[in-house]
């Protein structure tokens, strides 16, 4: 049990972590500046930031919410996401691979699972985010999401069909719905590009679907979550 309660725990950390670099990545896909290049800095003051500004939600709380080399006040966003982030990978896990979390089976199985479902979640945090802050939903991430609904979905079905050959429907219609909606994406996205001009970035281009958007990724771990229980 003790056990259980120190998994659960870490992955709390974990997502406190990633919730962090979600951050990051809300704040630079909206003005076109890659995740992966470059220390983190302050939006306003563009200070560099050390370890010490970087530890999630203590950071902010320790600065009182506001930035140490400028003093301008941090969105609450930061603390909120990177605990949303915490709470959301720990109940995914509880309650989608409870194998882990309850009998420490850290099969490849179950962690490939885990790391679709938190995939799943981050995509979601920063969806709501984005279209909270901007009304808009980015195209990059949707299409992450799908295309990582897809993979996962196949690869379940593929190896479940190995180990029982048996030809299981409820497995097979995750993948299929999951391509279905990426083809939909393409076919908007492709269709959306072709009027308004390939070379042209503009808002209209890049994101090609808006609100309603966020039911497809919501989609997939609804379909797992009814084959789990039916
Ligand atoms: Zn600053």
Known sequence: MF???FIVAAFFCIGLIIGSFL??????????QSVLKGRSYCPKC??????????????????????????????????????????LFAAVAVILEPGIVYSFDFAAYNLFGLAYYWLAVSSLIVVFVYDLKWFIIPDE?????LLASVFFYASRFFYVF???????????ANPFLSALLCFS?????????????????????RHSWERFSVFPILWSPYFSLSSLVL
């Open 3 to 5: 056990l259980s309660y």
């Open 23 to 32: 951050n990051c990545l809300i704040y630079r896909l909206n003005i076109g």
């Open 46 to 87: 563009k200070h560099r930031l050390s370890w010490r500004d970087l530890v999630p939600v203590l950071s902010y709380l320790e600065l009182n919410g506001k930035c140490r080399y400028c003093r301008k006040t941090i969105s609450s966003q930061y603390p909120l996401v990177e605990l949303a982030a915490g709470i």
């Open 141 to 145: 991430i949707i299409l992450c999401g």
């Open 162 to 172: 190995s180990l029982t050959g048996k030809f299981d429907l409820d497995l097979l």
């Open 185 to 205: 994406f393409f076919w908007r996205y492709f269709w959306r590009r072709a009027e308004n001009g390939w070379d042209s970035e503009t808002l209209n281009s």
